[in-house]
């Protein structure tokens, strides 16, 4: 998706079209009144005053006739100075320019502005010339924003739009919007009965609700047993600590405004938790341990609460509760780059399993002129991230170096992935950790029996599973696989009179084979079950009439697909175990 910032052409005709819009709007409503229509990166907004008025979606259209007759017209773009007395007694009919020229600097004294026709504005463009330059824009949505973005004020109407140089440039990016509209998680989420929310509840607080919590449960069972079978042990952790935990651990200091506000219960003082590695220090330090019983891997599918802004939260992808991937790895410096080879083997092997294939990795290194940002140990920080590098070297992974953006403890790997539409998103992680070990006295007897300090590696696969199922559910626009769908095959009689009893025979056979099965005997046509049965995005659907009940076999559909196939019972019951078992991406034969 095209930055409109970035591009300094677009950023200035979007900048002039939200000027044409302003002219448009105040054309349409004299008594209009304008906040500020700034450049963002997917084209431009103006936020707007408009009294008692409302604009609705529908609106929109004749505000943009309006624009096409003002850009028509030819209007040069014409910038003036004025001194800050007269823009004062220029805007003085206007409070929302009156409050940006009273908070403006007191050193500028010369304040710029645009007029074109009959319309004027404070600016420090630039702009194009005329407004006939502006002939491909498309008003995309209307909704309310408080004035300032505070709460305690007034709700103005802000109105989005977006502008070309070109007709072919708009139709696709229109055409990108649509895209990215229909692999909306929010909307797929309803539409297939995923998650919820609620005010009540709170935002950034999803429900999963039965159809997203067998998505969930089945991405949990995935990876619970590659990490069994990788040797890493699972824990159950509270969801809160006091907050001497926090003040040991350092995130007190340091992550305190991204936590939920204390709660204190009789003498002690408790906060949910953000992160996990906390409690997995003390599981580490409940026991005393040798060299020989490193690495020690713990892991936990933990509920972890952290305060996003309101406006930042949405759907699962960005939400205040979550439920993390989480594990910590407890090594020997030797086994750094071994353990390290083994995090990134499981990401990678995860990413085939799921058909991920466009992703970047990131190397998050020290800078080493900076001695007070990192953790002072010349000697381990060089051989961390040597270890780091040969690793990913190995592997004949891409990645690129970040110097500067390590965490204070330890350099850091974050796999950034390009979903189907918008920005990457980061979804892995591996932190190396020297200093939490320290702070929580973490210790282990090596071969000369000497007390060690264990080396920590933070690792997150799925990242949380409330961003991974949001991400695969754009990815797949939710038609899921058949081992992930939440309903894998959806049985539909012809006719219940005739062929019912025969449905609920291949019911029973697929239930006791384990498969997640639906019978729709509603009194229903056949053409509205199987159009009920697509827009579920059932992978799915039997087709059981006649010929099927006389012959015993079943006739499917595969979903997205025009083709029906018949074959015998005991095949479709083979291939359908085989399908969920190997986790197949897509359900051919």
């Known amino acids: 998706m095209l930055n409109m910032k970035e591009n300094e052409k677009l950023s200035m005709l979007n900048h002039s079209c939200a000027h044409l819009l302003a002219q448009a709007v105040k054309h349409l409503y004299p008594q209009a009144k304008f906040w500020v229509g700034p450049v963002i990166e997917e084209g431009f907004y103006y936020d707007i005053d408009l009294g008692d008025a409302v604009i609705k979606e529908e609106d929109l259209e004749s505000i943009e006739k309006e624009m096409k007759k003002c850009a028509k017209d030819g209007k040069k773009i014409v910038r003036h100075e004025i001194s800050k007395e007269e823009a004062l007694e220029q805007f003085k009919d206007d409070p929302y320019k009156i409050d940006l020229i009273s908070r403006m600097d007191e050193n500028e004294t010369v304040i710029s502005c645009y007029t074109q026709g009959d319309f004027t504005d404070l600016c420090r463009g630039p702009h194009v010339e005329t407004t006939k330059e502006l002939k491909y824009f498309k008003l995309l949505k209307v909704s309310?924003?408080?004035?300032?973005?505070?709460?305690?004020?007034?709700m103005l109407q802000r109105i989005y739009g977006v502008?070309?140089?070109?007709?072919?440039?708009?139709?696709?990016?229109?055409?990108?919007?649509?895209?990215?509209?229909?692999?909306?998680?929010?909307?797929?989420?309803?539409?297939?009965?995923?998650?919820?929310?609620?005010d009540l509840v709170g935002k950034g607080m999803p429900l999963w609700l039965p159809n997203g919590a067998l998505v969930r449960k089945q991405l949990e069972n995935y990876i619970y047993e590659k990490e069994r079978k990788l040797?890493?042990?699972?824990?159950?952790?509270?969801?809160?600590?006091?907050?001497?935990?926090?003040?040991?651990?350092?995130?007190?200091?340091?992550?305190?405004?991204?936590?939920?506000?204390?709660?204190?219960?009789?003498?002690?003082?408790?906060?949910?938790?953000?992160?996990?590695?906390?409690?997995?220090?003390?599981?580490?330090?409940?026991?005393?341990?040798?060299?020989?019983?490193?690495?020690?891997?713990?892991?936990?599918?933990?509920?972890?609460?952290?305060y996003e802004a309101s406006g930042a939260v949405k759907g699962l992808e960005r939400v205040r509760c979550m439920c993390q991937n989480d594990a910590h790895l407890f090594v020997t410096p030797e086994q750094i780059g071994e353990e390290f080879k083994k995090v990134v083997s499981l990401i990678l092997d995860v990413y085939h399993d799921?058909?991920?294939?466009?992703?970047?990795f990131?190397?998050?290194?020290?800078?080493?002129?900076?001695?007070?940002?990192?953790?002072?140990?010349?000697?381990?920080?060089?051989?961390?991230?040597?270890?780091?590098?040969?690793?990913?070297?190995?592997?004949?992974?891409?990645?690129?170096?970040?110097?500067?953006?390590a965490a204070f403890y330890g350099p850091k790997l974050d796999v950034e992935v390009k979903p189907a539409v918008g920005p990457e998103v980061t979804l892995s992680t591996c932190q190396l950790d020297f200093l939490l070990p320290r702070r929580f006295d973490l210790s282990y007897i090596d071969k000369d029996g000497s007390k060690q300090v264990p080396v920590v590696l933070h690792?997150?696969?799925?990242?949380?599973?409330?961003?991974?199922?949001?991400?695969?559910?754009?990815?797949?626009?939710?038609?899921?696989?058949?081992?992930l769908a939440p309903v894998q095959v959806n049985i539909i009689p012809v006719n219940n009179e005739y062929h019912l009893e025969y449905s609920k025979e291949i019911f029973d056979l697929l239930e006791h084979e384990g498969v997640r099965v639906e019978l729709d005997d509603r009194n229903e046509k056949l053409g509205y079950k199987m159009r009920e049965s697509q827009k579920r995005k059932i992978p799915f659907s039997l087709i059981l009439g006649n010929s099927e009940r006389d012959h015993q076999t079943i006739s499917y559909r595969i979903h997205g697909r025009e083709e029906t196939i018949t074959v015998s019972k005991g095949e479709f019951v083979t291939y359908i175990k085989d399908v969920i078992r190997t986790k197949k991406l897509n359900q051919d034969l």
Request: some cysteine; charged content about 35%.
């Open 144 to 154: 309310g924003a408080y004035w300032k973005g505070d709460a305690k004020n007034k």
């Open 163 to 198: 502008c070309f140089e070109t007709e072919e440039e708009l139709e696709k990016h229109l055409e990108m919007l649509e895209e990215a509209k229909q692999r909306d998680h929010r909307k797929i989420g309803k539409d297939l009965d995923i998650f919820m929310s609620h």
């Open 231 to 306: 040797g890493y042990h699972h824990v159950y952790t509270p969801c809160v600590g006091t907050v001497d935990l926090y003040k040991t651990s350092g995130h007190w200091d340091h992550y305190k405004e991204n936590m939920f506000p204390s709660m204190k219960v009789d003498e002690e003082e408790f906060v949910l938790r953000p992160m996990n590695c906390p409690h997995h220090m003390l599981v580490y330090g409940n026991s005393l341990h040798s060299y020989r019983d490193l690495p020690i891997r713990i892991g936990e599918f933990a509920t972890d609460f952290r």
């Open 354 to 360: 799921f058909g991920i294939e466009n992703y970047s």
């Open 362 to 405: 990131r190397l998050s290194l020290r800078d080493k002129e900076d001695k007070e940002k990192y953790f002072d140990d010349d000697q381990m920080w060089d051989e961390a991230e040597n270890k780091l590098r040969e690793v990913l070297n190995e592997l004949g992974v891409d990645y690129f170096e970040a110097i500067g953006e």
């Open 459 to 483: 690792r997150a696969i799925f990242g949380t599973f409330d961003r991974f199922t949001a991400f695969i559910l754009e990815e797949t626009k939710g038609s899921l696989p058949a081992w």
